[in-house]
């Protein structure tokens, strides 16, 4: 073939003698070898007869001993300007117990107004579990009391209910 035959076929896209050869080259008249059919086989029994490995997961495991240990705080504040001391410890995430008997009622309502709001935004809690003592907790403890809810469930119940009026006589 000469250089204008082939530029002629290239711009036209008349390649035929080029089909021709690539039909001719992937006919194979003697069939596929039976060496590469037994390789194939092989190949199958080993994917069938594996085991499937379970999808690997990654997990996050996180030892909860390594990192510091929970406190709780107990403060007696003998002025009003302690108070910012205690709020430091609610954000750094420690409890904080909170006995007001070293001041006036006055200074007391001062403090507990001012650590009400600083719990309140950082999403904790408080409770009142004595006489002029408080507990003021950041939002990832918990308060659990014994009393509160006795009193609540006390609240709720019905003084006319009686165990017996469920039976059948």
Do not use: C
Not at 20 to 26: G, L, R, W
Not at 47 to 52: A, E, N, R
Not at 113 to 137: K, M, P, Y
Request: aromatic fraction near 8%.
């Amino acid at each position: 073939m000469g250089l204008m035959h082939k530029l002629k076929n290239w711009v036209t896209g008349d390649d035929l003698e080029d089909d021709i050869y690539s039909i001719d080259d992937e006919f194979d008249p003697l069939g596929p070898d039976l060496n590469s059919l037994d390789d194939n086989e092989k190949q199958l029994d080993k994917l069938y007869t594996q085991k499937p490995q379970p999808p690997k997961k990654h997990l996050k495991v996180v030892d909860h001993h390594a990192g510091s240990s929970s406190q709780v705080m107990v403060i007696e504040p003998k002025a009003f300007e302690e108070a910012l001391e205690i709020v430091e410890h609610l954000r750094a995430k420690r409890a904080t117990i909170l006995n007001l008997h070293m001041l006036d009622m006055a200074q007391s309502q001062r403090v507990v107004d001012f650590l009400s709001g600083a719990t309140h935004a950082i999403d904790g809690q408080q409770q009142r579990i004595g006489d002029g003592v408080f507990i003021f907790t950041p939002m990832n403890f918990e308060v659990a009391s014994y009393a509160a809810r006795m009193e609540q469930l006390s609240a709720h119940a019905d003084d006319s209910w009686n165990p017996n009026h469920m039976l059948k006589y």
